[in-house]
């Protein structure tokens, strides 16, 4: 877990400004659910032998209730969607547009770009199986990374298939793997009864290896689910995102259906992904809602951080510094600086008395484009010296023309 200090929030900020405004271009709308969820939730949608779940979810009981800090958001937007029945807004072909900005918890092994609390940009579509859906969601995700001038990026795309080939797969895989299973690390050989295709997501290196030869899910699709991946790909080549088929994607979590997607940063190492999603039809109706499909992906913001240029989103100086001269000009000065900053400017001045040599060093290294002069008989002469620290101009000036100076500049 990682402290966000005040040089590194303007940067979020410029992130979370960058998701509202590309967001609400495509019509998606915030929504905010607690930190806290019953457990049951993430062991019903993501998955009880996922990772998340089996190893990676703060649990604790409280009246025996069993409470999870959430790992993810989908479930809590899914939950959200059918307990205030959201859902009556959605009509054919508008479905439910949402996005999220917030920690999420997994007790994982901490490394570079790793924590144990994170936090996600993610949305959710929910009410439409349209592959446009996928390309227009895909897209927005793509047009928010070109606003943050990412440019280590590729876009790694799979389908999982659905309850028609994917159970066949399992077999054909079954089949596959019977003969090697005693090469598999232990957590594999347990996989192998439960859920075997969670095998793919191994990341044990000798297993990946040998992994790597295994059949592919995407060799095995139903003619729907191939027909609606031809659809996604096509409309991603028009919608100009470059795409890569990843036969091997296998994303951590268990609700997904056909389409699912990762965004990578070659210069990330291990932990490359910036961000993953995919459909998720049928976990409406599994968490007790009525049979709506859905479509998302998240974003992992402190990782999304490590590939944004570091020239996006300067810290922002203060307009100007107020340098006060003699302890008489001391109150003046903060009835001064209060106005100017009900004027809307961003104004420092040191509280209590302090020697001009310090004010005007700190005026500096505030990065402030202007130093505002005060004594005794300025004030009550209504009339300052602005100094301009960049060209060392210096006017005398009234607070009205110093407001104005000041908002032109
Ligand atoms: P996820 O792939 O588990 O998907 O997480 C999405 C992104 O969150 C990852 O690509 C990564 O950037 C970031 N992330 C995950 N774990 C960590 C961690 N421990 N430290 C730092 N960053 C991390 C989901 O969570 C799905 N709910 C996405 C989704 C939404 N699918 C459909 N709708």
Same mark, same amino acid.
């Given at each position: 877990m990682r402290d966000i200090l005040p040089e590194e929030a303007a940067r979020w900020q410029a992130v979370e400004q960058a998701v509202r405004e590309v967001f609400g271009r495509y019509g998606f709308e915030e929504i905010r659910t607690p *930190?806290? #969820? %019953?457990a049951e939730l993430f062991e019903r949608?993501? %998955?009880? @032998?996922s990772d998340i779940v089996g190893k990676e979810m703060y649990v604790f009981e409280r009246d025996r209730e069993r409470f999870a800090? +959430?790992? #993810?958001g989908t479930a809590p937007v899914v939950r959200a969607f059918i307990e205030h029945a959201l859902y009556r807004n959605v009509a054919d072909g508008y479905p439910a547009r949402y996005y999220y900005l917030g920690p999420m918890f997994r007790y994982e092994r901490p490394q570079r770009g790793r924590q144990r609390q994170f936090h996600q940009i993610g949305v959710e579509v929910l009410g439409t199986e349209a592959p446009e859906a996928d390309v227009e969601t895909i897209e927005m995700l793509w047009r928010l990374l070109d606003a943050l001038a990412v440019e280590d990026r590729t876009l790694a795309l799979g389908s999982v298939g659905d309850e028609t080939c994917r159970p066949r797969f399992r077999d054909t895989l079954r089949r596959w793997l019977d003969p090697r +299973? +005693? @090469? *598999?690390c232990p957590d594999c050989q347990r996989r192998y009864e439960a859920n075997p295709l969670r095998i793919l997501d191994c990341k044990v290196a000798e297993d990946q290896a040998l992994l790597s030869q295994a059949p592919t899910l995407l060799e095995g699709l139903c003619a729907a689910c191939a027909q609606h991946f031809q659809a996604v790909r096509e409309g991603l080549e028009r919608a100009g995102v470059p795409h890569a088929v990843d036969p091997r994607i296998v994303r951590g979590l268990d609700y997904y259906r056909r389409t699912v997607f990762e965004v990578r940063a070659r210069s990330l190492g291990a932990q490359n992904a910036i961000a993953g999603g995919g459909r998720y039809d049928g976990l409406v109706e599994a968490l007790g809602g009525p049979a709506l499909p859905g479509f998302g992906f998240a974003v992992g913001i402190e990782r999304l951080l490590m590939v944004v240029p570091r020239t996006l989103a300067p810290r922002r100086p203060p307009d100007l510094a107020i340098v006060t001269l003699g302890s008489e000009a001391l109150e003046p000065a903060r009835g001064l600086a209060s106005r100017l900053r009900a004027a809307g400017l961003r104004v420092l001045l040191a509280l209590g008395r302090r020697p001009m040599g310090a004010q005007l060093r700190r005026a500096d290294r505030s990065g402030a484009r202007f130093a505002l002069f005060i004594g005794a008989g300025d004030a009550r002469e209504g009339l300052y010296d602005l100094k301009d620290?960049?060209? %060392?101009e210096q006017q005398r000036l009234s607070e009205a023309a110093i407001v104005d100076r000041l908002r032109r500049h």
């Open positions: *930190l806290l #969820e %019953g949608s993501v %998955g009880q @032998d800090l +959430r790992p #993810e +299973r +005693r @090469d *598999l620290l960049k060209t %060392g």
